[in-house]
């Protein structure tokens, strides 16, 4: 139960901001200092767009 509690806690800090625009795109935002994801410093907005898309298939994918 513990380890629920804390991973809880663990989302509820998170950085990582995902929201929709208008338009229907995606706008991400992150602290660039959180170590959960920094590493998107570092990337491009395509390389950032094909690990969401890869992510939103593998889980599509798993649920079918």
Known sequence: MQNKL?????????????????????TLEWDKQDPN????????????QVIIEQAMKYDHDSRT
């Open 37 to 48: 994801w920094k590493f998107l410093n570092d990337l491009t907005t395509k390389e950032i």
């Open 6 to 26: 804390e991973n809880k806690s663990n989302m509820m800090s998170d950085s990582l901001k995902v929201n929709q625009n208008e338009d229907g795109s995606f």
